[in-house]
């Protein structure tokens, strides 16, 4: 799996493709519009302000639009509506946001990146640490997170050379070893910890990070050992690489009384809800 399919704007997370023939990058507008608006139900949000500024200004925002397979929350790939930077920018106006100027300045940042890391690949790294500083991780957390980031990335190479080509496939397998070792899936860790569209590994803990690393390594380790070809000699290998760092998870338990999952993240705190005083007055809860 690319992880350039996966742009980050603050904490959320906007899924993206681009288009190697015509060098040009598609956004999922659902997670543009999530990340402006912070709207519970963005797709929602979505659909209503398709026909508000087809009433309002006559134009059709769904010309501008190209439907894609995107991986969705559940794991599956899902069509849903994308537009490049022109169609973007054109959607911001019609979302009163204090968050426009800001995303406007991120996607012309976002289109010279992709021309830096074209030349030079080691960039990407840089801006992913410069990332995590900004967002105030230590910097034994983003040494844990960019090794357990090669791990993961020398197991998805081994999956693409052994017969494992479909997003499913690598969610699938993901959970598998997650689940072995955590004892929950991807999706439920996700819960505890409060997240929606936000990468999980960027909220995790150093013991969450290194027993993530741990399943990971394990399972490519046993894989490469007896070749593991297809979905289920990779996915028995998944279970036998997490059940490794179950264990050793287990006895780390034992031994501090700590549990290794956690619900803690690195979210901002939340906005002070305001509620209506009298007309026209608002105060703080």
Not at 5 to 32: C, G, K, M, P
Not at 38 to 62: A, C, H, Q
Not at 72 to 91: C, H
Request: glycine share 6%.
């Amino acid at each position: 799996m690319d992880d350039k399919a996966l742009t980050v704007f603050e904490d959320f997370q906007i899924r993206r493709h681009y288009d190697e023939e015509n060098e040009i990058w598609y956004f999922s507008i659902i997670d543009v519009v999530g990340a402006l608006t912070e709207s519970t139900n963005p797709r929602d949000y979505w659909f209503k302000m398709k026909i508000r500024v087809k009433s309002e200004d006559g134009i059709e925002l769904s010309t501008i639009c190209r439907q894609l397979k995107m991986k969705a929350p559940d794991g599956k790939m899902r069509e849903t509506d994308t537009t490049n930077v022109e169609g973007l920018l054109r959607i911001i106006q019609s979302i009163p946001s204090p968050k426009a100027e800001p995303f406007k300045q991120w996607l012309a940042k976002v289109g010279y990146e992709r021309i830096q890391d074209m030349s030079d690949p080691a960039r990407s790294v840089d801006r992913a640490r410069e990332y995590w500083q900004q967002h105030g991780r230590s910097e034994k957390w983003i040494q844990q997170r960019m090794m357990g980031q090669e791990t993961r990335n020398k197991l998805t190479n081994y999956w693409q050379e052994h017969e494992i080509s479909k997003e499913r496939e690598f969610a699938f397998l993901t959970n598998i070893i997650h689940q072995e070792w955590t004892g929950i899936t991807v999706k439920k860790h996700k819960e505890i910890k409060g997240l929606k569209s936000q990468n999980l590994r960027d909220h995790m803990s150093e013991a969450e990070l290194i027993f993530t690393a741990l399943a990971e390594l394990s399972t490519r380790e046993i894989a490469e050992s007896v070749q593991a070809t297809g979905l289920d000699e990779n996915a028995d290998a998944g279970k036998k690489g997490g059940r490794i760092a179950k264990r050793a998870r287990i006895e780390l338990e034992q031994t501090t009384g700590k549990g290794v999952v956690t619900n803690k993240n690195f979210l901002p705190p939340a906005k002070p809800i305001k509620k209506i005083k009298d007309a026209g007055t608002y105060e703080d809860k």
